[in-house]
Structures are given as structure tokens and as C-alpha cells.
């Protein structure tokens, strides 16, 4: 017994390293955004747009740009992606195409967000003509979620027991009924997690609105939903490459990267909190 | 009378909904192969796919891809020998070494780190990675595909993480009993039960992280240099795929062979990852049967 201890200790201390290396890197990369973030937040920076060539100010506009994209692409995206999983697991006959379509889906989801943001440029801004501007921008950022947001509410649909339906319906329940009082109620905590993620997912895109929505300078918030806006992301981006004071652009790059993580993780923490509550429900 | 009407109107609105958003995915999808396919006027696809290079402004445009796609190849190969040994050992870790309340929190983890926009994790990359790869090799520049393919093996690790990690959890626990009755230690489990049984679902994580390489941009973007030159190694500037159409996209003229030849470079990574997705969904099922 004593033997064969050596190789397993070996094996269990190199998957150690490993897993302590992925958690250095997470914390690590955590540790240098709040480190340097934090100097560059200040009250002002948070509620003031960008003056004298982007050297002073603050980033309000990219953040409200960001919050305007992100709603605009859900509004868009969760009744469609919704009512999409509930005809395809509750209404649609079981049959090929159902199964095609099912997987053409779910392999969407795996295009890469720049492909979307062509087809965003090809369809929304140069053949419905609308430009480079928050609604592009929305709508493009609202295909790219539906994939993800249509298979997750599907497997949470699927988890719901068949009885359940079944139960519902022999009581006299319609079908309609039997959707909305029993099967959406059981499904919600997954379907809410799914949704979380996508808007997540969101907030932080930055290919699908390079040529779609977004703009490195605009003067004032956006007026309508047919002008360019800044985005957080883009923001970011932008500040890095463009501009002609690297090093406060840098600073600055810094306090946007702070905010938006700070965003995005906020919006992740919540979707791992209402899936931990769905678990507790189903043990009890 | 009135309840059946409701239903009825409230079915059909559901299925136009639903079928609206399947009728708009595969619309887009042929606006793309219509403008994409709109270079092959130009160059046969051939040259397009083989041809050595890529100058889409000279006159006559070049427009060969080969040296984008060994840019997307060679960023993709480095971040996989990185991600791969590492994301199945922490996924080996979480799902057979942890302690359950470590493991709920590890999980937590590996999900924030998949929830970090790519374009801070370039930014990180630019400012930190970068000038240390230029440092450590005495390079001219840090911008290569090493910054690039260490950067990405850390964006592929999630996906690669929880896949495996739900391919050895659905391991039937029986394997894992059996194992353990005939003397087997934990390690030997492991390695010659719990491995084996799950490979073709850690197969699948493997091609969905590296799905997930092929298709990043921002990252790529801004750490790896954007050179359009068949690259010699590790160390050189490359330009993937995806980076060159988002940064060219922007000063192409809408409707030039260059804004065509984009859509097109388009069409080949939606090829690409649909090729990828469809392999990994076959490991999948294989598993499940």
C-alpha cells in the first residue's frame, strides 16, 4: 500500500499546480486592475464625460453608452429567445427538422463574436440603413445572445419533470396554462441564470460593435437611438490604440477597465447566487 | 369558446416568435455568403485560401489568406499546448480531489475568469505580458503570438474546465467503485478508470476551447503584432483571422474587393467553428450513448 502512494502523490500535487496556476492568474489579473484602477476612480470620473483630448475627465458617457447597448440587445433578444425555446420544447412535434434546427442553434453559439459583427454591418447599419448607431448596435449584440439565450432556457425547460406537465394537464389545465403556472414557475431559476449570463456576455463584447455602434469621442450622451455611442469596452480599446497621450490614456484605460469588470463580475456573481438557491430548492 | 381562442392566438404567437428568430439567424447567415462570396468574382477560392499574401489596399489587390490562417493556426496551436494539460488537470482537480465546499468555490472561480470581457484580458496583456516577453527573449517587440497564445490559453481554460469537468462528474460512480474494490488507489482510479471513461467528453472540451481560440479577436488583437506574414515561430508578430477583419473592417470601402474579401475571411471562420462545434457535439452524443 505504502508502495504506490509516491505516484499519486506526485499526480495529486501536479494537479495542484495547475489548479493553484488558473486561480494565480484570475487573482493576479483581478489584483493589477483594482490595484491601478482604483487611483484613477473618483466621483468625478464616474459622472463626467472626457475633455482635453482625453487626457482629463471621466468616462460617464462610455458607461451609459454600455448600459443603453446591453439593454437594448436584451430587450431584443429575451421575448424572441424565449418564446423560441418554449416553441421548440413545448409546442414543436418531435421530429428531424425540430432535432436540426435544435443544433444549428447551439453551434451558433460558437461563431465568433466578429462574424456577428459583420453580419450586424452587412444587414442592420448598411441595408436597413441605420447607420452606425445604438440600434445596430443593440440589434447585432441581440443576435449574438439569442443562440445562448435560447439553449439555456431549452435546458432548463427540459429539466422540468414531464409529470409535472402531465399532472397539470390531466387536472384540466390548458396547454398555455399548464406553460405558464407550471413548467415556466420550475424553470425560472434556470432560465434567469441563462439570461444573467447573456447580458454578462454583453456588457463586455467588443467586436460585434467595432463597426456596428461604437465611437471613441462623442461630445454629450446620445439623443436618439439612431447615434453613435461610446462603449466601455470599445472605450478601452480605443484608448489603447488610438489618441496621442499614451501613457494618461493608459491611466484612464485602467479606471474604464476597473469599472467594467467590476460590472461584468457583479453580473456573474449574481447568476452563481440564483443558481446555488435553484440547487437548495430542488434538495428541499 | 373564448378560452380556446386565447390559447390558440397565444400558440401561434409563440411559434411566430419562435420561428422568427430561427428565419432571422439563417437570413443573416445568407447575407453573409452573399456578400462574401462576392470575391470569388476576383480571385478563385484557391488563390483566396493558398494565396501567399495579403495587401488588400496595392493596386492590384493581393488578397490570399494564407498567412492569416497560419496566424490563427499558430496562436491557436500555442494556446492549446498551454490550456489543454492545465484545464483538464484543474477539471481532474474540481471533480476528484476537492472537497465539496472548496469545489463550489473553485467553480465560482473558473466562471469569473470565463466572465472577463476579452478586451481587459488584451489590455492586461498589452501593459503586463507584452513587455515582458520583450524583456525575457530580447525581442524588438513583445507583440507576438507567444503574448497572444499565453493570453488565450487562460480565455480557452473555462470552456475546457467545465466541459471536462461535467464529462468526468457524469462518469457512472459504479466505474469508480469498481475500481476501488480491486485495490486500485485513488491516482490509479483516475488515471486508468475515470480518464478513459470521460475522454470522449474531454475530447469535446478540448475542441470547444479551442473553438473558443480560433474565434477570440480583441485579445488577439491587440497582443499579437497584426504583421500579415507567414510567421517562422512562436516569436514573431502574426494577424489572425478574426484580427483582420476588425481592424480593417472599419477603412474598408463598402462594396471594394477588400470590404468583399472581409466577408468572405468571415465565411471561413464561420466554417471553421461550425466544423469544430459539430465534431465536438458528436463526442458528446457518442458519450451519452
Known amino acids: ?284 | 369558446m373564448f378560452r380556446k381562442a386565447k390559447e390558440f392566438i397565444i400558440e401561434k404567437l409563440i411559434q411566430v416568435c419562435g420561428l422568427a428568430s430561427i428565419f432571422f439567424v439563417v437570413v443573416i447567415f445568407l447575407f453573409l455568403l452573399k456578400e462574401g462570396l462576392a470575391v470569388f468574382k476576383i480571385v478563385t477560392p484557391l488563390n483566396f485560401l493558398f494565396g501567399k499574401s495579403w495587401y488588400p489596399i496595392s493596386d492590384p489587390a493581393q488578397l490570399g489568406i494564407l498567412p492569416l490562417i497560419c496566424g490563427s493556426l499558430l496562436v491557436t496551436l500555442g494556446a492549446a499546448i498551454i490550456s489543454i494539460p492545465i484545464g483538464v488537470a484543474c477539471a481532474i482537480y474540481i471533480a476528484e480531489i476537492a472537497p465539496s465546499k472548496t469545489k463550489e468555490v473553485l467553480k465560482a472561480g473558473v466562471e469569473l475568469l470565463a466572465a472577463i470581457p476579452s478586451v481587459v484580458l488584451g489590455f492586461i496583456g498589452m501593459v503586463t505580458l507584452v513587455p515582458w516577453v520583450k524583456n525575457i527573449f530580447h525581442l524588438p517587440t513583445g507583440l507576438t503570438a507567444l503574448s497572444g497564445s499565453i493570453m488565450l490559453a487562460f480565455m480557452a481554460m473555462p470552456t475546457i474546465v467545465s466541459i471536462a469537468e461535467d464529462a468526468l462528474y457524469s462518469v457512472p460512480k459504479s466505474y469508480k467503485e469498481g475500481a476501488f474494490a480491486l485495490g486500485a488507489t485513488h491516482w490509479q482510479t483516475i488515471h486508468r478508470v475515470m480518464l478513459p471513461a470521460a475522454s470522449s467528453g474531454i475530447l469535446a472540451a478540448v475542441m470547444l476551447g479551442i473553438g473558443r481560440v480560433i474565434g477570440e479577436t480583441m485579445a488577439v488583437m491587440m497582443i499579437t503584432g497584426n504583421a500579415a506574414v507567414i510567421p517562422h515561430s512562436l516569436l514573431q508578430p502574426v494577424r489572425t483571422l478574426t484580427a483582420t477583419i476588425a481592424a480593417e473592417m472599419g477603412e474598408a470601402v463598402v462594396g471594394s474587393e477588400h470590404y468583399f474579401a472581409l466577408f468572405a475571411i468571415g465565411i471561413v471562420l464561420f466554417i471553421i467553428s461550425f466544423a469544430i462545434n459539430v465534431t465536438a457535439d458528436l463526442f458528446l452524443h457518442r458519450e451519452n450513448r
Not at chain 1, 487611483?39 to 454600455?66: C, D, H, K, N, Y
Not at chain 1, 450586424?120 to 445596430?136: D, M
Open chain 1, 1 to 284: 500500500m505504502r508502495r504506490s502512494n509516491l505516484p499519486q502523490n506526485l499526480g495529486f500535487l501536479l494537479l495542484w499546480i495547475c489548479m493553484i496556476t488558473t486561480l494565480f492568474f484570475l487573482l493576479a489579473l483581478l489584483f493589477f486592475i483594482v490595484s491601478k484602477g482604483i487611483r484613477i476612480i473618483s466621483w468625478e470620473f464616474l459622472t463626467q464625460g472626457p475633455r482635453q483630448f482625453m487626457t482629463q475627465g471621466g468616462i460617464a458617457p462610455a458607461i451609459v453608452g454600455t448600459i443603453y447597448l446591453t439593454m437594448g440587445a436584451i430587450i431584443f433578444a429575451l421575448p424572441l429567445g424565449l418564446a423560441c425555446a418554449i416553441y421548440l420544447c413545448e409546442y414543436s412535434p418531435k421530429s428531424f427538422i425540430v432535432n436540426l434546427i435544435r443544433i444549428g442553434i447551439n453551434n451558433l453559439a460558437g461563431v465568433p463574436s466578429v462574424v456577428f459583427g459583420l453580419f450586424g454591418l452587412a444587414v442592420f447599419v448598411k441595408f436597413f440603413g441605420f447607420g452606425v448607431s445604438i440600434l445596430s448596435g443593440a440589434l447585432t449584440l441581440g443576435i449574438l445572445v439569442l443562440p445562448g439565450i435560447i439553449s439555456s432556457t431549452q435546458e432548463a425547460l427540459l429539466a422540468v419533470p414531464q409529470s409535472l406537465r402531465e399532472a397539470s394537464l390531466a387536472v384540466g389545465a390548458t396547454h398555455w396554462q399548464t406553460i405558464k403556472k407550471i413548467v415556466l414557475p420550475s424553470a425560472l431559476p434556470g432560465i434567469l441564470t441563462g439570461v444573467i449570463l447573456s447580458i454578462g456576455r454583453v456588457a463586455g463584447e467588443t467586436a460585434p460593435i467595432l463597426f456596428t455602434a461604437a465611437t471613441f469621442y462623442k461630445k454629450g450622451y446620445p439623443d436618439s437611438v439612431f447615434s453613435e455611442v461610446m462603449a466601455l469596452p470599445y472605450h478601452i480599446y480605443a484608448l489603447m490604440t488610438e489618441g496621442t497621450h499614451p501613457i494618461r490614456q493608459t491611466e484612464i484605460a485602467y479606471g474604464s477597465a476597473l469599472v467594467l469588470v467590476f460590472l461584468v463580475l457583479v453580473i456573474s456573481i449574481l447568476a452563481i447566487i440564483v443558481r446555488q438557491r435553484q440547487r437548495i430548492i430542488y434538495v428541499h
